[in-house]
Antibody, heavy 124, light 113 residues
Framework: QVQLVESGGGLVKPGGSLRLSCAASEFTFSDYYMSWIRQAPGKGLEWVSH????????NYADSVKGRFTISRDNAKNSLYLQMNSLRAEDTAVYYC?????????????????WGQGTLVTVSS | DIVMTQSPDSLAVSLGERATINCKSS????????????LAWYQQKPGQPPKLLIYWASTRESGVPDRFSGSGSGTDFTLTISSLQAEDVAVYYC?????????FGPGTKLDIK
């Protein structure tokens, strides 16, 4: 059974940094796009970023572009999100999700597996 | 960016009755050359991550009960629960994957009447 386990969340001051990790198992990690999606308390879902299996293709939401960096280590089956210059509006549960794609893994489609999420709170 | 809207914001349906949730995209998510609608539906229960229900607008994910069905094309889509069960209480989201940024609808909260 596919497993995604996020870690690294916590309380950080505005302007601070945090690095989230997602440990993946029970599937061939390098074959899939992976994504970060966040959910502010009591709010809806917001796609943050995704990265292709070989890290060649990366996209970000405008709200985080220039501040967040997504990366992956296929040898460690791990996905990361480096978050800098954090703002109060970045407070959310951050989910790691596997992205189902075309047979080549070249085109990202929908999110077929989600982790339980890790809470990031940005507050002074 | 493609803006997704949903209606209603919330609804309450009696057990065993039909529940219908609508989703509209600001531009078509139909990829004509593949004849596929790049639209998914998710269910989120309190304290849990979202769960994929439907993709390609009408394809049920493995293990999802057949009382859940998706329909529509282009810009207008519907999620139908044919006979509401107690365990279906949740928030439901539609999402387009036609273009980046991938965007979600605001969600529809479904309760028991």
């Amino acid at each position: 059974q596919v497993q995604l386990v996020e870690s690294g969340g916590g309380l950080v001051k505005p302007g601070g940094s945090l690095r989230l990790s997602c440990a993946a198992s029970e599937f061939t990690f390098s074959d899939y796009y992976m994504s970060w999606i966040r959910q502010a308390p009591g709010k809806g879902l917001e796609w943050v970023s995704h990265i292709s299996g070989g890290s060649s293709y990366i996209n970000y939401a405008d709200s985080v572009k220039g501040r967040f960096t997504i990366s992956r280590d296929n040898a460690k089956n791990s996905l990361y999100l480096q978050m800098n210059s954090l703002r109060a509006e970045d407070t959310a549960v951050y989910y790691c999700a596997r992205v189902s794609g075309d047979w080549l893994g070249a085109v990202p489609y929908y999110f077929d597996y989600w982790g339980q999420g890790t809470l990031v709170t940005v507050s002074s | 960016d493609i803006v997704m809207t949903q209606s209603p914001d919330s609804l309450a349906v009696s057990l065993g009755e039909r529940a219908t949730i609508n989703c509209k995209s600001s531009q078509s998510v139909l990829y004509s050359s593949k004849n596929k609608n790049y639209l998914a539906w998710y269910q989120q229960k309190p304290g849990q991550p979202p769960k994929l229900l439907i993709y390609w607008a009408s394809t049920r994910e493995s293990g999802v009960p057949d009382r859940f069905s998706g329909s529509g094309s282009g810009t207008d889509f519907t999620l139908t629960i044919s006979s509401l069960q107690a365990e279906d209480v949740a928030v439901y989201y539609c999402q387009q994957y036609y273009s980046t940024p991938f965007t979600f609808g605001p969600g529809t909260k479904l309760d028991i009447k």
